[in-house]
């Protein structure tokens, strides 16, 4: 009884102190990727309905990450100059009609072409959203702040996959595009309604970093190489919703309802874990040092498929291995890439941050499909697994110029 009580306080605690704002926000996030049923069939539904091959199909997604890219600079450039709330909610209603176009589309030049602007579009939500959070949100659990944000947006990734493979098992792909679409123009609506746009952020000044930066994310070289390590990483996670699906279906035969169900172990484990996770961690270990620990189990969660029989129960260890990762990886980054920025030019730093994910995007199908084209799956996970141990070296590179720099600190005080 004594141990459930104590679960029961750090849960309960975990969610503590969080403005009612942030939570709006997360309800708007849930809605949204309640409806999240594309990207995570996108792959299988261009190799098995519309027949492309594997290169063709690697360029679709590649067009989706570059359109990623520049929707991301974009959004960053319109929050800093217009503000994140009309960036969100324009980017949440339009990347819901061209979902629902997308349905209509079948020829491979236009899927690239409409893949594209729609990536464009949707995906300027990011550095909106991010900056949001910093704004409903006080320093002090700003972690936790997007914490919830994942929670909520892991909530509605558990339920969208699970529903969109029975959906596409059952009533055709079309249905996916549609829901996708509507629940987009949803969100947008419940955010007009229920959520107020907050003028001024908290003002705080960086302490655990080398240096405050006041100018332009570009000329912020030490976060230049703290987004390009996060861009390996995120490289071999996003493998998760390019190859892995194909992988699944071709090498495990799992049909499409069971794919989304497994995706959606990934989304309950985080709204389940996340926060107290967070919480117990969030002010007690560097944050470079946990970010670290999740690019590994990251790399490990692929690297699994080569040493084990390929049967059901090994892809729920993975989903679990790569869920943990997750956790201890992505909040953290968020929250660092915060930490670096001021109100002023947040809208860059959390552009180029979304950028990385976005780079992601485009190498991820492109580079993970054609090695499993030309070479097998099994060189794409050691390729993957390598990624990811270069990627934690990278992150204590960065660890220990932060330490050296407080130190040089400390003796010229």
Known sequence: MALLRHLFTLYKNSFSGLSKDIWLLAFVSFVNRSGTMVLPFLTVYLTQELDFSKGRTGIVMGCFGMGSILGTYLGGYLTDRIGYYRVMFWTLFVSGLLFILLATIREFEWLCVAVFVLSMVADAFRPANISAASFYSIPANRTRSFSLLRLAVNLGFAVGPAVGGIL??????????????????????????????????????????????????????????????????????????????????????????????????????????????????????????????????????FWVFNFFPHILPLAIFAMVIITFGEILNMPFTNSFAVSRSRPENRGQYMALYAMAYSAAHVLAPIIGLKIVEDYGYSTLWHVLMGCCVSAAIGFTLLRQRMVRFSELRRQSA
């Open 168 to 301: 596409a098992g059952t009533k055709g792909y079309s249905w996916l595009f549609w829901v996708d679409g509507l629940t987009c123009i949803a969100s947008a609506i419940l955010m007009r309604i229920f959520l107020a746009e907050k003028k001024e952020a908290v003002q705080e000044e960086p302490s655990h970093h080398d240096k405050p930066v006041a100018g332009s994310a570009y000329r912020d070289k030490f976060y230049l190489w703290f987004i390009l390590i996060t861009a390996i990483s995120a490289f071999s996670f996003m493998q998760l919703f390019s190859t892995l699906p194909v992988f699944l279906k071709e090498d495990f035969l799992l049909n499409e309802s069971e794919i989304g169900w497994l995706l959606a172990l990934n989304g309950l484990l985080i709204a389940a874990l996340e926060m107290p996770i967070v919480y117990s961690l969030e002010s007690k270990l560097p944050p470079l040092r946990v970010i670290r620990s999740g690019t590994l189990l990251i790399g490990l969660s």
